[in-house]
């Protein structure tokens, strides 16, 4: 009987969930960013995956440190949606 309750409470969450995976890094873009020689080309290498949106408007030169400021940020931020989003016992 949960199950078809299932997609009512979760569904939503669910595909966000799934979205968020498919926008992990790839092997291919993985390999791309550890050829990268300076925090610029990195940035220009993040600004075609979903992590480049939420570093598009810092300045350069990019610090390490801005970068897991910004990458911290986007993780709470994912995170807070579902939270807010979900069904008891989660929220």
Known sequence: MNEIHFNADAGYLEGIVRGYRDGLITSPQYLNLTQCETMDD?????ATTDYGTFLQNEPSPLST????????????AEFQYLQQNAAEPIS
């Open 65 to 76: 440190s801005t970068l897991s400021a910004r990458c911290t940020d986007a993780l709470v």
């Open 42 to 46: 990195l940035k220009l290498q993040l």
